[in-house]
């Protein structure tokens, strides 16, 4: 990442390879409080231009999207605007589907059954819970099954070492996971306000599923922090705050331009700190 000074501002510039080294200026020069854009332009595919008022943090960012980035960045709204219905067909069989990518050999007695509990939904009826975070946080979970399926194995029955003396609720968590992954890349706004955003919405234009795949990331971080800490049920938010400090850190870092870059992807691949996480072998 490079900062070239425009006068009152600086814009980063985030190179989508290692080898290349093209930096744009913003085309701005004014002086005013409220700064904005000029001609955006581009650098292969990635961001175009990112200006920010230079106070030591990162305070105002204003961001050209290429035609990629708005067309992926208006889907995933539309996702996340989408809430858990329990009278959609195409929602029981996400539902079923979940079921049945968790506990491949058990048949799912109803979709409102005790069976639920097992796998960490707080009653009866998992629809109940799907309202912090809609439809986008079942499909969270569904991509997560399916995609890294020894990983989710592993964190949903806590194998590979004794469980915790506090163990957290599997698909609760899960749920609360999306909800701070849409807080954290600020997403429910019409004009990004964070840095982070911006980093987002150029990995997004390489890969339309990086949503789906940072919340996997965010989940083995998140289950990692919780066996570190030895955590409690009422440390749970804590545990979560630090789960985002730790993707935003990595998300900065210089040379990971995708979510395979971030180096807590690798916990993905291999789950082996359950076996060596102290107090659970």
Partial sequence: MSLVNTHRSCAPIRSLSPASSSISRCAHTSSADHVTCGTPIWIGKGITCICFKRKGTFERVCINLTPVQEDRLRRLKQ???????????????????????????????????????????????????????????????????????????????????????????????????????????????????????????????????????????????MDKQWLERNATYMEFNDVLKSTRAQLEKELLMEDVLRIEDMPSYNLLLTLDYRWRTKGRI
């Fill in 79 to 221: 996702r996340m605007k989408v809430y858990f219905d329990g009278s959609r067909i195409d929602h029981q069989e996400a539902l079923r589907a979940l079921w049945y990518a968790a506990y491949p050999d058990q048949e799912l007695q109803a979709l409102v059954s005790d069976q639920w509990k097992e796998m960490g939904w707080q009653g009866r009826d998992p629809s109940t819970d799907f309202r912090g975070a809609g439809f986008i946080s079942l499909e969270n979970l569904l991509f997560f099954a399916k995609t890294f399926s020894t990983s989710f194995q592993r964190l949903l029955r806590k194998q590979g070492g004794k469980p915790a003396v506090w163990e957290y609720p599997f698909a609760v968590a899960g749920v609360n996971i999306t909800f701070m992954l849409m807080q954290m890349l600020d997403l429910d706004v019409s004009k990004p306000r964070t840095f982070i955003r911006s980093v987002f919405l150029q990995m997004l234009s390489e890969n339309e599923w990086a949503f789906d795949l940072l919340y996997c990331v965010a989940f083995v971080v």
